[in-house]
C-alpha cells in the first residue's frame, strides 16, 4: 500500500464526514501528520518530498471542496421552505 492509498483512503473517510464539516476541516490539519506517520508505521519509511507534495495537493482539494458552500434547499428536503408569492 503507498500513501497515496493511505491518504485517499483518509480524503474517502473525510469526504463521507461532509455533513459535519466544521469537525472535519479540523480534521484535515491533522490529516497530513495521520497519513504520514500511517505510512511510516506501515512501510518503516517515510513518503518521499513528490508523495507529501501529491498529500498536499489532495488535502488542499479537500480543504476547498468542505468550505464551499451548501446548495440550496430543495423541495422534499426536511428543511425546505417554499417561496411564498
Known amino acids: ?3 497515496l492509498a ?3 483512503t483518509v480524503v474517502a473517510l473525510i ?3 461532509t455533513k459535519i ?3 472535519a476541516i479540523d480534521g484535515i490539519a491533522n490529516a497530513k ?3 504520514t506517520q500511517l505510512w511510516q508505521s506501515i512501510t518503516g519509511e517515510a513518503p518521499t518530498g513528490e508523495q507529501e507534495a501529491q498529500i498536499d495537493a489532495l488535502l ?3 480543504t476547498s471542496r468542505l468550505e464551499e458552500p451548501l446548495p ?3 423541495p422534499g428536503d426536511p428543511d425546505y ?3 411564498t408569492v
Open 60 to 62: 488542499a482539494a479537500l
Open 72 to 74: 440550496l434547499a430543495q
Open 15 to 17: 469526504q463521507a464526514g
Open 21 to 23: 464539516a466544521p469537525i
Open 81 to 83: 421552505i417554499a417561496p
Open 33 to 35: 501528520v495521520f497519513a
Open 1 to 3: 500500500m503507498d500513501v
Open 6 to 8: 493511505i491518504v485517499n
